[in-house]
C-alpha cells in the first residue's frame, strides 16, 4: 500500500478492564529506545473506516495486523499505551533484542515485563510505525470475556487522528484533519496522552478519564467523602474486578449520586462503583457516538439514531 499521508505525532497506564478497568501509570522505556510508544501514522486516505466488534459485554474490538500477523484488540481509551500479549509477541518474534524493563506502576510495583518492537501496526487503512509495545499477560481477562485477544489499542496510536466511535453501527472512523470542536463539544486536557474532562456530580465539579475500556464507569473512593455523599447511599457489593494484575470476586462500595452530567448525559439516582480513580465507562458512553480530537482539545457525545 502507497501511503499518501503522514502526520505528526502527538504526545504519549493502561487502563485495561474493571469491572473491566484497572491503572497503571507510564512505563519507563528501555534506556536504549527514544520516543518508544510514539509511532509515525500514515493514512491512505484522510477518512478511514474501521469495523468493530462485541459480544455484549461492552468490549468493543478491532481486527489489526502486526507485521503482517493478524490479531483482535480491546478499544481502548483508558489505555495510554498500546500492549500486547505474550503469546501474540511469540507470534511475532518480536521480543528479540527488545529488552526488558521495569514498569513503574502502583499496580505491576515494578514488575519486569519485555518490549516488543513494532515496526508496522496496520488498522484499516492506517499505518503505525516504528514503535515498542510492553507485552503484559492478559490471559485471565480472555478468561473473564471467553475470548481471546491479541492485546489494547491506547491512545499512543488513537490520539494521532481524530476519532469517531460508533457503538451502534460497530464503526470505528479515524480522520486526518483536525476540525473546529462542533456545538457542544467537551473541552478535554490530556497528561500522560489520556483524555480527562469535567463533570458534575450533585452539582460538584470533578474530573474523569475517558475509558472505553471500563464496562462500568467508577468513583475515586477519595471523592466518595469529597462530595459528602452519605453514608445511607453508599452499599457494599460483591462484583468481579478484572485489571492487568488478575480477576477475582470482592466487596466493593456502589454509591447512589443524586445527579451525574457530563456534557448531554444527565442521571439521576445513579449508581456508581468506587474504585481507585474516576472513569467515565461503556455503561454511560454506550448509547453515544464518541467523538474526540486530542490534538485540538474537544471531545463530543451525539445522539444516535436508536436514542
Same mark, same amino acid.
Given at each position: ?8 505525532? @502527538?504526545?504519549? /497506564?493502561?487502563? +485495561?478492564?474493571? =469491572?473491566?478497568? *484497572? ?6 522505556? #528501555? ?31 478491532v481486527?489489526?495486523? @502486526?507485521?503482517? /500477523?493478524?490479531? +483482535?484488540?480491546? =478499544?481502548?481509551? *483508558? ?6 500479549t #505474550? ?99 467537551i ?22 478519564a ?52 457530563a ?18 465507562g ?26
Amino acid at each position: 500500500m502507497k501511503y499518501l499521508k503522514r502526520f505528526c505525532p @502527538v504526545g504519549l /497506564v493502561l487502563c +485495561v478492564v474493571l =469491572v473491566l478497568a *484497572g491503572c497503571a501509570s507510564y512505563p519507563r522505556a #528501555p534506556k536504549s529506545k527514544l520516543s518508544s510508544y510514539d509511532p509515525e501514522c500514515f493514512m491512505d486516505h484522510e477518512t478511514v473506516q474501521v469495523p468493530m466488534s462485541h459480544d455484549g459485554t461492552r468490549q468493543w474490538r478491532v481486527n489489526a495486523e @502486526v507485521d503482517g /500477523v493478524p490479531g +483482535v484488540f480491546v =478499544v481502548d481509551t *483508558g489505555a495510554d499505551f498500546t500492549v500486547i500479549t #505474550p503469546q501474540f509477541a511469540q507470534r511475532l518474534a518480536a521480543t528479540d533484542g527488545a529488552g526488558g524493563d521495569r514498569l513503574i506502576s502502583r499496580k505491576f510495583r515494578g514488575a519486569r515485563v519485555d518490549f516488543a518492537k513494532i515496526t508496522r501496526f496496520q488498522l484499516g487503512g492506517a499505518a503505525y510505525a516504528g514503535f515498542y509495545a510492553p507485552v503484559i499477560n492478559l490471559d485471565h481477562i480472555n478468561r473473564a470475556m471467553h475470548t481471546e485477544v491479541a492485546g489494547i489499542l491506547g491512545n499512543n496510536l488513537l490520539n494521532k487522528t481524530a476519532y469517531e466511535a460508533d457503538w451502534n453501527r460497530d464503526v470505528l472512523t479515524l480522520e486526518s484533519r483536525s476540525s473546529e470542536s462542533p456545538a457542544g463539544a467537551i473541552p478535554i486536557s490530556i497528561r500522560n496522552n489520556r483524555v480527562y474532562l469535567q463533570v458534575r456530580i450533585n452539582g460538584r465539579a470533578a474530573e474523569f478519564a475517558l475509558d472505553t475500556g471500563a464496562y462500568r464507569s467508577t468513583l475515586a473512593q477519595p471523592e466518595v467523602a469529597r462530595l459528602k455523599i452519605p453514608a445511607e447511599k453508599q452499599t457494599d457489593i460483591d462484583a468481579p474486578r478484572i485489571d492487568v494484575n488478575g480477576a477475582e470476586r470482592l466487596k466493593q462500595t456502589q454509591a447512589e449520586l443524586d445527579t451525574f452530567e457530563a456534557g448531554p448525559i444527565r442521571r439521576a439516582n445513579y449508581q456508581i462503583i468506587t474504585w481507585e480513580h474516576n472513569a467515565l465507562g461503556m455503561d454511560l458512553l454506550a448509547p453515544w457516538v464518541l467523538k474526540v480530537d486530542a490534538r485540538r482539545g474537544w471531545m463530543a457525545l451525539e445522539m444516535t439514531h436508536a436514542q
